[in-house]
């Protein structure tokens, strides 16, 4: 699938509404995808601190049922994922009302912030005009060290 095609069967998912989208899914994968929804927009987590709220909640899963859970969840638009810049990946609830936003992520402890920037978006569209390609995303990662890490 083409990433233009990706991108509206994504948002086609978000409009028809989460939860009745939602019905399609396994119950693994919907359980997954209700811890997201419990904890909110904006919160990024990484796929072993997902493993550990499920065992806290008492599902018995294993950490790699977990990342295949995410991944698959992702491509299906319902969550976002952050890649890292150390390899690591971090996953967050697509949302609406939640829009174009970038991170800054310490590099140190992984710690991670979000800002919003138009610039950041303007540059994106202003780039891809350019060469005419058709912009689908314009997001920024910031590498960084957290007010905690500057001073161990
Ligand atoms: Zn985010
Ligand atoms: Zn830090």
New binding site residues.
């Given amino acids: 699938m083409n990433p233009i095609s990706k991108l509206g069967l994504a948002n086609g998912l978000l409009e028809t509404g989460l939860h009745q989208a939602g019905r399609r899914l396994t119950p693994q994968r919907r359980r997954v995808l209700d811890l997201f929804e419990r904890i909110g927009s904006g919160i990024h987590l990484s796929a072993e601190e997902v493993h550990h709220k499920l065992l806290d909640s008492n599902q018995r899963v294993s950490l790699a049922t977990v990342y295949r859970t995410l991944r698959i969840l992702v491509e299906m638009g319902f969550l976002h994922e952050l890649e890292l810049t150390d390899g690591g990946h971090r996953f967050e609830l697509a949302s609406n009302d939640h829009p174009d936003h970038h991170h800054l992520v310490?590099?140190?402890?992984?710690?991670t912030e979000e800002f919003e920037s138009e610039s950041v978006l303007k540059a994106g569209q202003l780039a891809a005009e350019n060469i005419g390609f058709k912009l689908i995303e314009s997001t920024l990662n910031v590498r960084a060290?957290?007010p905690?890490?500057q001073n161990p």
């Fill in positions: 310490c590099i140190s402890c992984g710690r060290l957290c905690a890490c």
